[in-house]
């Protein structure tokens, strides 16, 4: 079982940035594709990006491609997502999650692994 840990989220302005982190407890974490999603107030879990396990590959939706970055350090078991130019529309709770067949999917039924979630707030 992955025990997945988000952190970074809080509230900030329009404009603004903000980088979550999330912390895997697996030490094969390098065996994963990781994803994050998202879910604002009254509206479905959406996919926001997912990052292959070597990091090599990664893949974003169109409403944060350009703004948003995924990364991943291996040997911190830890997946990160940067957030640039954050707009009111970006509020959410955002999730992480691990995938263990390692695809790199935009689907949540992929993922097998999820994190508690972390609050997004951006202020118009």
């Known amino acids: 079982q992955v025990q997945l840990v988000e952190s970074g989220g809080g509230l900030v302005q329009a404009g603004g940035s903000l980088k979550l982190s999330c912390t895997a407890s697996e030490r094969t974490f390098s065996n994963y594709a990781m994803g994050w999603f998202r879910r604002a107030p009254g509206k479905e879990r959406d996919f926001v990006a997912t990052i292959s396990r070597s990091g090599g590959g990664t893949y974003y939706a169109d409403s944060v491609k350009g703004r948003f970055t995924i990364s991943r350090d291996n040997a911190k078991n830890t997946v990160y997502l940067q957030m640039n130019s954050l707009k009111p529309e970006d509020t959410a709770v955002y999730y992480c999650?691990?995938?263990?067949?390692?695809?790199?999917?935009?689907?949540?039924?992929?993922?097998?692994?999820w994190g508690q979630g972390t609050q997004v707030t951006v202020s118009s």
């Open positions: 999650a691990a995938d263990r067949e390692g695809r790199v999917g935009d689907i949540d039924v992929l993922y097998d692994y």
